[in-house]
């Protein structure tokens, strides 16, 4: 449980119950009904209830080296937001709806400050799509992370009634692919990203107008979740793929039956201004663009023409974005 | 999915297509029928059975600074098991048993033949606890693990009856308390051991009569899962504290109930050697040792005394090693 999060830190007592308390104030507002009441025990309690033939969806992500622009930045209450959003979207391509999230949180030095406003993201994150933040861990690791750094990992538990898991199974040639827009990189790209725009303080302080902001913010701005938009609609979809490492190659055939390919039309959304000075600044090939980053949309759905034409009357920011058609050659993501 | 892990890995196409292989077969061995198929997918599913009212228990847990001697000692193929069986005990002590476990595995730079000995481990505990390692996911992060240095994080989900659940709630005054050995340090106290004992390889190498083996060796005896022995008896037991982090003094009281304490006898079991080198070396208090360390004991039972002599009959190793209570002044847990 979240109480015994933190407690051997080496902090001093006073601060350390300080801490405790925050955290578990910060974990309260995300407490379900299901959840047992238990304060010190060794494992969060979850009663699964409400479903005929429960089907468990987990995922265990990272968030990867955004962490270091946060710490750079000294702005550390939007990492929680982009691990409990990125989780929440990898298992909603299955069709799953979260019940619980358990963070990892590892620093050379444990810094309550940090640690705090960590929590505070997932706290508000996991609040806002009714999933409980029912344990976790604070690692202090002296020797292993220098300075600042810290290592944040998450791990959601979601759940799926077995006739409504989605796959891709049934997609097939004729098929629609929409798309809904990303809110910037999300998670991914941020090696790349920090070779090819700098990494120093002053880099990131830098106003682009075309942005509307600083780099630094706008390369902070957290991943988006799309579990509120597309819950009451996962009917209509026969599968979803959420753009990640990987890009679109690395992440659309992952639903694809054998002997299908996704034909997406280039033209048929304009690429967000921050993927635009990437790509000049780095003299990045529009490809590899496509093989790293979102490009602006963060999740494509798949679904038969009538069904996307329904999805497209529902959501008002998707895009149709491309087709699935029958596999030719070996390249199952094509750019028109 | 396993196949989703190591994807984006920036090591060479070869290399990484023979690991991924690896991974997948490591994990095969793993799977229960319970998981749906499903190469590629976004999240692990697996399918509930069984279970009238089914509590989910669940853990997420590091190695701590265990990993730096597996490092330096180059032996990377036991911390999996150290994290598996530590989470197997954790949900082990609400009474819950193993569904499926998932890992994240972070380096600087990615070594595949270091991630293959860590996910070895990982699969041959999972499958000794019959859990299926169904995803997890390996990171790349430059600039935050320096040489050889990674971290190893894990999250296991279990299940138990509602009914069933254990939490100490009906412990009194007059239940006894066994302990079960411990296997060695477990995954706690490696900071102060390191402090006292030296972490060079000169250290480590140097053979210790009273040990039977290397320093290294004896630090680095996995942490030992009490699920077998303890899995077909948990209807006997009121109560269970999972000797970690803290020691006695930092786990045994979050299974009492207000106004009860635990009273152990020292003299009830022969402190093993490697506990008295560190005692002797850093000259450390012996009631430091017990908030620090295990001290020999792993895992700890509370039982009615007529269940605990039935515990003890089926538990060769068992031993009685105090006894519950009524609480007098501050201290919940008092050594005889």
């Given at each position: 449980?979240?109480?015994?999060?933190y407690?051997?830190?080496?902090?001093?007592?006073?601060?350390?119950?300080?801490?405790?308390?925050?955290?578990?104030r910060?974990?309260?507002?995300?407490?379900?009904?299901?959840?047992?009441?238990?304060?010190?025990?060794?494992?969060?309690?979850?009663?699964?209830?409400?479903?005929?033939?429960?089907?468990?969806?987990?995922?265990?992500?990272?968030?990867?080296?955004?962490?270091?622009?946060?710490?750079?930045?000294?702005?550390?209450?939007?990492?929680?937001?982009?691990?409990?959003?990125?989780?929440?979207?990898?298992?909603?391509?299955?069709?799953?709806?979260?019940?619980?999230?358990?963070?990892?949180?590892?620093?050379?030095?444990?810094?309550?400050?940090?640690?705090?406003?960590?929590?505070?993201?997932?706290?508000?994150?996991?609040?806002?799509?009714?999933?409980?933040?029912?344990?976790?861990?604070?690692?202090?690791?002296?020797?292993?992370y220098?300075?600042?750094?810290?290592?944040?990992?998450?791990?959601?538990?979601?759940?799926?009634?077995?006739?409504?898991?989605?796959?891709?199974?049934?997609?097939?040639?004729g098929?629609?692919?929409?798309?809904?827009?990303?809110?910037?990189?999300?998670?991914?790209?941020?090696?790349?990203v920090?070779?090819?725009?700098?990494?120093?303080?002053?880099?990131?302080?830098?106003?682009?107008?075309?942005?509307?902001?600083?780099?630094?913010?706008?390369?902070?701005?957290?991943?988006?979740?799309?579990?509120?938009?597309?819950?009451?609609?996962?009917?209509?979809?026969?599968?979803?793929?959420?753009?990640?490492?990987?890009?679109?190659?690395?992440?659309?055939?992952?639903?694809?039956?054998?002997?299908?390919?996704?034909?997406?039309?280039?033209?048929?959304?304009?690429?967000?201004?921050?993927?635009?000075?990437?790509?000049?600044?780095g003299?990045?090939?529009?490809?590899?663009?496509?093989r790293?980053?979102?490009?602006?949309?963060?999740?494509?759905?798949?679904?038969?023409?009538?069904?996307?034409?329904?999805?497209?009357?529902?959501?008002?920011?998707?895009?149709?974005?491309?087709?699935?058609?029958?596999?030719?050659?070996?390249?199952r993501?094509?750019?028109?």
């Amino acid at each position: 449980m979240i109480s015994n999060h933190y407690t051997q830190a080496g902090v001093d007592i006073g601060a350390a119950d300080t801490l405790k308390k925050d955290i578990a104030r910060l974990a309260r507002v995300t407490l379900r009904p299901e959840v047992l009441a238990g304060p010190g025990l060794f494992g969060g309690m979850f009663e699964l209830k409400g479903f005929t033939q429960p089907v468990l969806v987990s995922s265990m992500d990272g968030v990867g080296t955004k962490l270091k622009l946060a710490v750079t930045l000294d702005r550390l209450d939007t990492v929680g937001i982009d691990i409990v959003n990125h989780s929440v979207n990898d298992i909603l391509t299955c069709g799953a709806t979260p019940l619980f999230f358990l963070d990892y949180i590892a620093m050379g030095h444990l810094k309550p400050e940090a640690v705090r406003e960590i929590v505070k993201g997932l706290s508000s994150a996991c609040q806002d799509v009714s999933c409980t933040l029912i344990g976790g861990e604070t690692a202090e690791m002296p020797g292993l992370y220098a300075g600042s750094d810290f290592d944040l990992v998450g791990c959601i538990i979601g759940a799926v009634e077995k006739s409504e898991i989605i796959n891709g199974q049934t997609i097939t040639p004729g098929d629609i692919i929409l798309g809904l827009p990303s809110s910037g990189l999300h998670t991914n790209g941020y090696s790349l990203v920090r070779r090819v725009l700098g990494e120093g303080i002053e880099d990131l302080g830098k106003y682009h107008p075309e942005l509307g902001m600083t780099l630094g913010e706008a390369l902070l701005i957290p991943h988006r979740s799309y579990l509120k938009e597309l819950k009451s609609l996962l009917t209509l979809v026969k599968g979803m793929a959420h753009i990640t490492g990987g890009g679109f190659p690395g992440n659309v055939p992952r639903v694809l039956p054998e002997n299908t390919a996704a034909r997406f039309d280039a033209k048929a959304w304009e690429i967000p201004p921050l993927f635009r000075l990437i790509e000049s600044r780095g003299g990045i090939a529009r490809d590899e663009m496509y093989r790293v980053f979102n490009m602006g949309i963060g999740i494509a759905l798949i679904a038969a023409p009538d069904d996307a034409y329904r999805l497209k009357e529902r959501l008002p920011e998707a895009m149709i974005i491309g087709e699935i058609v029958r596999l030719q050659g070996s390249d199952r993501v094509v750019f028109d």
